[in-house]
């Protein structure tokens, strides 16, 4: 602004260049500076190119003081500023303000992430005197669907699946008009020339319900699923499934049907007055709920009044979100919470094509509603979590992706890269003019469908951003597919393929969304998660890395235990617990002293010496130094899920659920189960070594302590001696300064809010900068931005053509 004052001295007219960059493109930007310019009597023009919004205005100075304020004060609600850059203007400007069409041909509007339903657009639809009155697609720049129906660029309606809709009258003065709210609202419709719902019997019988006694096919969806109908909702980027939550008979059904035994279930909710009677809303969690992305996010389930506990087996959160859509808002209308959970059978992925909804979902609904705009692009629900005191993206997909994030000081001239990320949860990453792009969470590779989708997905992208990579990178583990299909392509095209190592990917994306720079010095990577490939030939999942964007060293690990029967192990948490106890205190003391136990019954009699001969001959049984394959023994030694997890981490999860919180606040000797840190024999490893626990924990299993007390004890205990470990690895053993200072916390471990925020309070009481996850899930669905830093930094670097080297300590 020294500038415009300067100027202001001696004029009483002056002409300015604004540039905006951010995400202005596609979220009703310039219609806003159009307006604002208007009412401030500016003469000038707006238009999108290539680096976001151009603005050229002239007027006095102090109108033109005002234009910029305001710009920075009123963006649209999708809008993100990151940086409005102003100078002086000598060349002509229309007298009258006006939208200019963009400039040059390879400018491009964005693709924005779809938006959950904007405040005018609720009010509308349930005006009567609106012509939205009770439309489900009502929509604006402000709120509506963008990735879910995108199929090409640039990003106009012809390139989407409005494409059929031929807009009316009205809709078009409206899209014309730059005072409308909207403007260039590529998804424009109303009843007259829209999309419709319409309700379908999914066996192909005709509809029978009485019509009379419904106002419209929404209403009627109402009445089903108050009668205890489970109906198949075609959303936003993909079907749900939905049905009265409150009635344990029809969730127990749908649960059946599904084929979902104990993962849980979705809910959601016609406002947050619903969600209160049943959970706490702390003001973070709130915020997260009613934001634009409107994802799910899990609350503490806390309050009196109860949902049936088919809906969440085993824990003590619940998934809430509030309608997404016009079409969602309609039905919950003076309804219960419902269930709207995925519209899939067991681990496919979410249906999105009518007739895979008929084929896929006829055996679980019988009723579907319909409507005739076509889904293009699969996006699922996004889920958060609110951890120590922020909330944290588990799941990123609908409302987040494909906003880009920026990469840290250092980046800026990074060459046009793909990450292709992980096998489970998996995503990748775009790197562009120094952002990420990562894609929407595309799910389990190893599912055939989940699979086509993600390469589908990969040529969107490329599209879309106008993507040219001049390297890939992937994951070194030999079967992930994602780290193959790399391999094919690299070979292929040819391009070179850089490696990155799963942990190490894990602590680079923690540090990029932290816009930790480049050069910054090493931080201290704690990363908890359940498998990886690690360097030695063994499997990673609970480490010590000392790491930047290049290089990482391996300072410490957990003690590396045996999983008899490779991934039979993971879906069986007894074969962990067996081998946890084999591994520290042997059959001999285990029977000498616990022989009482319930457990040693149960052990008893499984295959216990063909598990021993594998682990013996190391026949598919892979050492694991894993966090989570812990939480699995421990969890399944307080037989909390024993016999088979139904989905990952759900051994962990019902772990956390059941935490006595009373007892995790003390902070006495008893309150935490002991470890110990040793060295590894064979590799001088530093290690966390769980005997001590073992024994302790068995002996309250002899004392019959109650569970939730010894799953405290367990969560402080692993907390204590993680921090304790921090602490040795960051005193130089020269007796120098600290060997680091900053923790980067990464591994999906960190979705346990009780572990995770007992570990960053005991870092930052011990003065640790402590570094953490929130815009990318701590999860593999991370590892793509992390891997995208790591090329990205090999690549500045110029380094050998192939392969990116790390180094394991011993
Ligand atoms: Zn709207
Ligand atoms: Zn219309």
Known sequence: MTLLQAVRQEAQFVAMEIRVRGRVQGVGFRPTVWRIARELGLAGEVLNDCEGVLARVGGSPGAVEDFIARLEREPPPLARIDEIEVRAFDGALPSEFRIAESLAGDAHTEVAPDAAICAACA????????????????????????????????????NTTMSPFAMCEACEGEYRNPADRRFH????????????????????????????????????????ITKGEIVAIKG??????????????????????????????????????????????????????????????????????????????????????LPTTPLHLLILARMEPVVMTSGNVSEEPQVIDDDAARARLGEIATYALMHDRKIANRVDDSVARVMAGRARILRRA??????????????????????????LKATFCLVKDGEAILSQHQGDLENVETFDDYRKNLALYAELFHHAPRALVADRHPEYLSAKLAREWAQAQPLPL????????????????????????????????????????????????????????????????????????????????????????????????????????????????????????????PKASSCGRLFDAVAAALNLCRERQAYEGEAAARLEAIVDLDAMSRDDEESAYPFAIPNLRDTCLLHIEPLAMWRALLGDLVLKTPAPLMAARFHKGLAKIIVAMTRKLAHREDGGGARFDTIALSGGCFQNRILFEEIVRLLEQDNF???????????????????AAIGAAHLIDGGAKNRYAGRTKG
């Not at 209160?276 to 992305?293: D, P």
């Not at 990469?407 to 060459?415: Q, R």
Request: with cysteine; glycine share 8%; aromatic share 8%.
């Open 769 to 787: 900068t402590v570094l953490s996850h929130a815009q990318v899930p701590a999860n593999d669905a991370g590892l793509a931005l992390g891997q």
């Open 185 to 224: 609202a590529e998804a424009i419709a109303c009843h007259v020339c829209g999309p419709r719902a319409r309700l379908i019997r999914l066996d192909g019988r005709a509809t029978s319900f009485d019509r009379h006694s419904t106002l419209d096919e929404v209403d009627a969806v109402r009445g089903l």
């Open 123 to 158: 009010q509308e639809i349930v005006d009567p005197f609106q012509r939205r009155f009770r439309y489900p697609f009502a929509n604006c720049t402000h709120c509506g669907p963008r990735l879910s129906i995108v199929k090409g660029i640039p990003y106009d309606r012809a």
């Open 236 to 321: 936003l980027g993909g079907f749900h499934l939905a049905c009265d939550a409150t009635n344990a008979e029809v969730v127990a059904r749908l649960r059946r049907l599904k084929r979902r035994d104990a993962k849980p279930f979705a809910l959601m909710a016609r406002d947050l007055d619903v969600i209160r009677r049943y959970c706490t809303v702390g003001a973070e969690e709130e915020r997260t709920l009613v934001s634009a992305a409107a994802p799910i996010v899990l609350l503490a389930a806390d309050k009196a009044e109860r949902l049936p506990d088919e809906v969440a087996p085993g824990l003590a959160t619940l998934g809430f979100m």
């Open 398 to 423: 609908r409302g987040f992706a494909p906003a880009p994030i920026a990469l840290p000081p250092g980046f800026e001239n990074s060459p046009e890269l793909l990450a292709m990320g992980g096998e």
């Open 498 to 621: 850089i490696d990155a190592q799963h942990h190490h990917a894990h602590v680079a994306a923690c540090l990029a969304e932290n816009n930790i720079p480049l050069d910054a010095p090493p931080a201290l990577g704690i990363v908890l998660d359940g498998l990886g490939w690690g360097d030695d030939g063994t499997v990673w999942g609970g480490e010590f890395l000392l790491a930047d964007y290049r290089h990482f060293e391996r300072l410490g690990a957990f003690k590396p235990v045996a999983m008899p029967g490779g991934a039979q192990a993971v879906r069986e948490p007894w074969r962990n617990l067996y081998a946890h106890l084999m591994a520290e205190m042997g059959w001999a003391e285990f029977s000498m002293n616990f022989a009482e136990l319930e457990l040693f019954a149960d052990l008893l009699r499984r295959p216990r010496a063909t598990l021993d001969a594998m682990v013996r001959a190391g026949v598919n049984s």
